[in-house]
C-alpha cells in the first residue's frame, strides 16, 4: 500500500493513504539502519510504501520511502553531524517573521531563503503583527521589498488578529502543500487558528 506521512512522534508515523484511511506506522529495523546522513529515515510529507501488520489493526510496517521533490532541513542538534528532515515534497515554505515583539532579525530570514534555495523549496514570508508598526508600516513595507526585490520570494504583511488582512496570503495558499515556520512568539498558532479555525491549534503548537 501508499501513503503520505502527516505526522511524526519519533517512533511512530502517521500514513495516510489516497483514500482517506489513516494508518499508525513504524519503520522496519533494517531500514532504520540504512547508511542514510540524516537522523530521521521518513519525514512529514514523504509518500511510503507500507505493509499491513496482521498482528494489531490499524498498525503497518513502512519499508520504502520514494524519491523525494523537495525538502527542508536543520542540524539534528549542536553535537551531531547528521541533518534532521523537517518535511518534504512541498510547494511552499512559509517563514512568519514580525518586525517587533519579538523581532525577527534579517539574518534569520535570509538563513531560511537560503535553506529553501539549496533544497528546490519555493519560499515566503509572512510578516505578522503588522498593526504593532503604527505609522511606520508604510517605510517598514517599502524596505523590506527593496531588500528582497531580487531574491524571488513572496512577501506578505498582516496581522493574525486581523482576519481581512490575510485573505491575500490565505487566497494563494489554499490547497498547497505548506511549512510554517518562526521564532517563538511570532504568531505560528494564531495565524494556523485564523486560516483553519476548525483545527483550533494550542498554543504550544509544534511546526
Excluded at 3 to 29: F, N
Excluded at 159 to 168: K, R, T
Amino acid at each position: 500500500m501508499e501513503g503520505t506521512v502527516t505526522k511524526s512522534t519519533g517512533s511512530w508515523y502517521m500514513v495516510r493513504t489516497d483514500d482517506g484511511h489513516v494508518w499508525q506506522a513504524r519503520t522496519r529495523g533494517k531500514m532504520r539502519l540504512q547508511g542514510l546522513d540524516t537522523s530521521n529515515p521518513v519525514a512529514v510529507g514523504d509518500r511510503v510504501l507500507f505493509e499491513e501488520d496482521t498482528n494489531y489493526e490499524n498498525t503497518a510496517s513502512i519499508v520504502d520511502v520514494y524519491p523525494r521533490n523537495n525538502w527542508v532541513v536543520r542540524k539534528a542538534n549542536k553535537l551531531s553531524s547528521k541533518r534532521q528532515i523537517l518535511a518534504s515534497n512541498l510547494d511552499a515554505a512559509v517563514l512568519v517573521a514580525s518586525i517587533i515583539s519579538p523581532r525577527t532579525s534579517l539574518g534569520f530570514i535570509d538563513r531560511f531563503l537560503v535553506g529553501c534555495e539549496a533544497y528546490h523549496v519555493p519560499s515566503i514570508i509572512f510578516l505578522n503583527k503588522a498593526d504593532l508598526l503604527g505609522d511606520q508600516f508604510e517605510s517598514v513595507k517599502e524596505e523590506i521589498y527593496r531588500i528582497y526585490e531580487n531574491a524571488h520570494v513572496e512577501i506578505y504583511f498582516g496581522s493574525a488578529l486581523l482576519p481581512e488582512s490575510i485573505d491575500l496570503f490565505k487566497k494563494n495558499t489554499k490547497g498547497k502543500r505548506i511549512l510554517l515556520a518562526g521564532h517563538s512568539g511570532v504568531g505560528k498558532s494564531t495565524l494556523m487558528n485564523a486560516l483553519y479555525p476548525r483545527f483550533q491549534c494550542p498554543s504550544r503548537c509544534n511546526f
